[in-house]
């Protein structure tokens, strides 16, 4: 499934990666109108690339060689291009989730007829104690909103919530 809020903060240049290593060392390179950073990948070294005319595919690979990328840009440009692809979001939808825990106490009949109730229960809630990917950059997302294979909406984190339930019967 693809992280759609993590594809869209990261080409907005909100994601707090943007700022952090070698992406925080070339944004403030940027903000000085100075290419600086040098992208994982490799560039032709030698040959021409001949494209397949319906899939745009490289055809002649064996007749190509290939260097490491050297080509300096902005790290934003980097940034936008390459999280415009699905695959630098894509994550696994393998998660662990303790959805919910309740603690009921019921008092005692002896004290609860000496009021007005037959049966009095208070209930301690707790929702979303624990939420586990195997992937921890994609740690805030509920992935079980989004039954399908990919998520076009944006993903809501995951809400922990604790709370009080009083139960009187009268």
Excluded: C
């Amino acid at each position: 499934m693809e992280d759609y809020v993590r594809k869209k903060t990261f080409q907005g240049g909100r994601h707090i990666e943007t700022i952090q290593g070698a992406y925080g060392t070339a944004r403030y390179q940027d903000y000085k109108g100075v290419k600086s950073y040098v992208g994982e990948g490799v560039q032709v070294a030698s040959g021409t690339p001949k494209y397949d005319a319906v899939t745009g595919k490289i055809t002649n690979y064996d007749a190509l060689t290939f260097a490491p990328n050297a080509t300096k840009t902005f790290i934003q440009d980097y940034v936008s291009r390459v999280h415009g692809i699905p695959e630098p979001n894509i994550m696994s939808k393998t998660f662990f989730k303790f959805r919910e825990v309740v603690l009921t106490y019921e008092l005692p009949t002896t004290m609860v007829q000496k009021s007005i109730f037959k049966k009095a229960t208070v209930s301690l809630v707790a929702r979303n104690l624990l939420y586990w990917m195997p992937d921890s950059k994609f740690n805030d997302v509920d992935i079980d909103q989004y039954p399908g294979e990919s998520s076009i909406n944006l993903q809501t984190p995951t809400t922990r919530s604790y709370g009080i339930n009083l139960n009187f019967i009268f």
